[in-house]
């Protein structure tokens, strides 16, 4: 199991970039793929994007495809969400979380999640 904290949260104007950071202690860190998502008030919860293992492949939502970027460092035990051009629709807690050695949309294959970091977009 791993735990996990989010961090770099905050408050931005739109058109801005912003980029989040997810520690994890625990030594399985490089064996699982990793992803992010997000909800928003009264929203559920929706996939962002994920990395597989090395960091090799990536998978986005098409509405953050072309303006967020997902990379880890397994060293560091840390994976980053990068978002550019940022738009108002995308505020919301973004939550990082942990699956097996699959890349997956879905986030009932990810077991293990962090508390969320808020990410708020004015115009």
């Known amino acids: 199991q791993l735990q996990l904290v989010e961090s770099g949260g905050g408050l931005v104007q739109a058109g801005d970039s912003l980029r989040l950071s997810c520690a994890a202690s625990g030594r399985s860190f490089s064996s699982r793929v990793m992803g992010w998502f997000r909800q928003a008030p009264g929203k559920e919860r929706e996939f962002v994007g994920s990395i597989s293992l090395g960091g090799g492949t990536t998978l986005y939502a098409d509405s953050v495809k072309g303006r967020f970027a997902i990379s880890r460092d397994n060293a560091k035990n840390t994976v980053y969400l990068q978002m550019n051009s940022l738009k108002r629709e995308d505020t919301a807690i973004y939550y990082c979380?942990?699956?097996?050695?699959?890349?997956?949309?879905?986030?009932?294959?990810?077991?293990?999640w962090g508390q969320g970091t808020q990410v708020t977009v004015s115009s």
């Open positions: 979380a942990a699956t097996g050695s699959i890349l997956s949309r879905d986030a009932r294959r990810y077991s293990d």
